[in-house]
């Protein structure tokens, strides 16, 4: 089964950037669309932005847009998570999923999502 691994995640502050990266190994990642979450303290995890296999098609949340920047690099087997004006509310743990249905659009749901990564913890200092 693929795996995934975030990284790039640390302590920023407010106004700063952060570059967040996924790794996929085990299985082809071009097929298929990937997603970013987010998990605060106290909070349930949530969508933060999506990407179609194809690379056409983004979605994001509101509290987001403008801000941050899916993308992926099939031939390194990458998605990135590009945030700026980064704020103190986007303190959270950050993690990459995959959707194993293939040649669709990106789903926001998350139970859509079958793999997971760890996660990497985004602190946002005021």
């Known amino acids: 089964q693929v795996q995934l691994v975030e990284s790039g995640g640390g302590l920023v502050q407010a106004g700063g950037s952060l570059r967040l990266s996924c790794s996929a190994s085990g299985r082809t990642f071009s097929l298929y669309n990937m997603g970013w979450f987010r998990q605060a303290p106290t909070k349930e995890r949530e969508l933060v932005a999506t990407?179609?296999?194809?690379?056409?098609?983004?979605y994001y949340t509101d509290s987001v847009k403008g801000r941050f920047t899916i993308s992926r690099d099939n031939a390194k087997n990458t998605v990135y998570l590009e945030m700026n004006s980064l704020k103190p509310e986007d303190t959270a743990a950050y993690y990459c999923a995959l959707d194993s249905a293939r040649l669709r659009f990106a789903p926001t749901a998350l139970h859509e999502y079958s793999v997971w990564g760890q996660g990497t913890q985004v602190t946002v200092s005021s």
């Open positions: 990407l179609r296999w194809s690379g056409d098609n983004t």
